[in-house]
């Protein structure tokens, strides 16, 4: 199964910005719904954001009007832009997607191996 590959992760101080990204390791035939989630340490992984193929948004409260989720189909990839990031923030962040590995295949649920992002107050 093909896997899914983060990058943008790192080390800002609050108030500042990061932008994830987030594609296949492989060639594939098309991604459904793509999304974000986060794990901070001895807390439960929680969703961040989602967005369908046809760009359909949903935030988590605790993120709207800081984060944005956008996707580029072309590429198969899944951004996500944080802005006026809070210590709070801090967190293993994983991409995820529904993805349709062949034209006659069945969809399966792919996840990257997690990116870490640390805000600083």
């Known amino acids: 199964q093909v896997q899914l590959v983060e990058s943008g992760g790192g080390l800002v101080q609050a108030g500042g910005s990061l932008r994830l990204a987030c594609a296949p390791s492989?060639?594939?035939?098309?991604?459904?719904?793509m999304a974000w989630y986060r794990q901070a340490p001895g807390k439960q992984r929680e969703l961040v954001a989602t967005?369908?193929?046809?760009?359909?948004?949903n935030y988590a409260d605790s993120v709207k009007g800081r984060f944005t989720i956008s996707r580029d189909n072309t590429k198969r990839t899944v951004y996500l832009q944080m802005n006026r990031l809070k210590p709070e923030d801090t967190a293993v962040y994983y991409c995820?997607?529904?993805?349709?590995?062949?034209?006659?295949?069945?969809?399966?649920?792919?996840w990257g191996q997690g990116t870490q992002v640390t805000v600083s107050s």
């Open positions: 492989g060639n594939i035939f098309s991604v459904a719904t």
């Open positions: 967005i369908t193929r046809d760009g359909s948004t």
């Open positions: 995820n997607a529904g993805v349709i590995a062949t034209p006659v295949g069945v969809e399966y649920d792919s």
